[in-house]
């Protein structure tokens, strides 16, 4: 299970909803423990795919990098990735199975008309074959 | 001495190491030394075929091995070594897995 805090979970939206039309991603920081995921803190990366971004996003390594850094500084985990689907559901596509990793929770927002309407978790496995949905509460 | 880096999730398969020190003169060397002396983490860096999964690439401070000498890249003393995944995605056309 993985509970994102009100704060760091307003900023997500707020990042989802400023750079739509286009897909918005960043990391999420924060602990983990008996096996529920606290994010406390999360962190704007810069969607760096070439060409449209409508429907598309890439994270830097040297940006995961630098999160990383950022989450051992103080003392927190980098423990998700967070992205953005614009006009379409929250689902882990084809697209982020591919290019997913299974050391973190992938976090959709799904916002449609520029506002956020849901947001799923997911867990992909290390065979890039298949991702189970994860418990996902967020705010308050 | 190179300092290698664990990533979050790979750290319980590490002894619950954050960091781990290594005595190798190359990449390939010290991530062979770092998977013998953690059995378990071999399988969550390495495919049945004994190849890097393709979504992890090797830093050496703030070099990608794949454009250095690969896992043949020498590293110093006091070098960084850092494990990342490379991820990407979207919501593009060609269909949903989930949801």
Known sequence: ?140 | MAKLLIPTPLRQYAGNHDSLEVDAATVGEALEKLTSQHGDLKRHLYNDEGKLRSFINVYVDDEDIRYLQKDKTPIASGAVISIVPSIAGGAAPGGSYGG
């Not at chain 1, 994010?39 to 940006?63: I, K, P």
């Not at chain 1, 997913?100 to 992909?124: M, R, T």
């Not at chain 1, 065979?127 to 189970?132: E, F, I, N, V």
Request: net charge negative; hydrophobic share 35%.
């Open chain 1, 1 to 140: 299970m993985i509970r994102i805090e009100q704060d760091p979970w307003a900023q997500m939206v707020e990042h989802a909803r400023a750079v739509y039309p286009n897909e918005c991603c960043g990391a999420m920081l924060g602990t983990s423990s008996n096996g529920t995921k606290l994010v406390t803190s999360a962190m704007r990366l810069e969607n760096a795919h070439q060409g449209s971004q409508a429907a598309r996003y890439e994270l830097r390594a040297e940006d995961l990098l630098k999160a990383d850094a950022e989450a051992r500084k103080r003392k927190l985990d980098v423990i998700g990735i967070y992205h953005s689907h614009p006009d379409c559901d929250a689902y882990f596509s084809e697209t982020d199975l591919k290019n997913s990793c299974p050391w973190y929770s992938f976090v959709v927002l799904s916002i449609k008309q520029g506002e956020f309407d849901h947001a799923n978790s997911w867990l992909p496995d290390a065979d890039q074959t298949s991702a189970a949905k994860e418990e996902l509460e967020y705010g308050e």
